[in-house]
């Protein structure tokens, strides 16, 4: 295959610019996990997947005692068998967190 000076000159636009597309890509990627930790509505999700078992203020089978790093691990992976890894149903370890938090408050 014979080299024209066109065909060069595509290769090298094409080889410049992908590590600047990969980089734009890349480094808008916390910006996305930010904002869908901050669009993440902790009460309505305590509400919604967890009083049912926790209750209204996190009175039942929570242990605030244990460390946030184990309570959010148990958020995301769950307690066979009766609590479900939430881990995949959508939710961060971020989002755990927060719901670790909010718990933690409401049982005070």
């Given amino acids: 295959m014979k080299l024209t000076t066109k065909s060069l000159k595509r290769l090298a636009i094409i080889l410049l610019a992908l590590p600047l597309l990969a980089m734009a890509l890349f480094s808008s990627a916390p910006a996305r996990t930010l904002a869908a930790a901050q669009d993440f509505d902790t009460a309505a999700a305590y509400k919604a997947k967890c009083t049912m078992c926790h209750g209204a203020t996190a009175e039942k089978t929570f242990d605030a005692t244990k460390p946030d790093e ?35 408050k409401l049982k005070q």
């Avoid at 066979?80 to 719901?99: F, S, T, V, W």
């Fill in 70 to 104: 184990q309570l959010v691990e148990i958020v995301l992976k769950g307690v066979k068998p009766k609590m479900p890894a939430y881990e995949a149903k959508g939710i961060n370890a971020e989002q755990a967190k927060a719901l670790v938090d909010y718990m933690k």
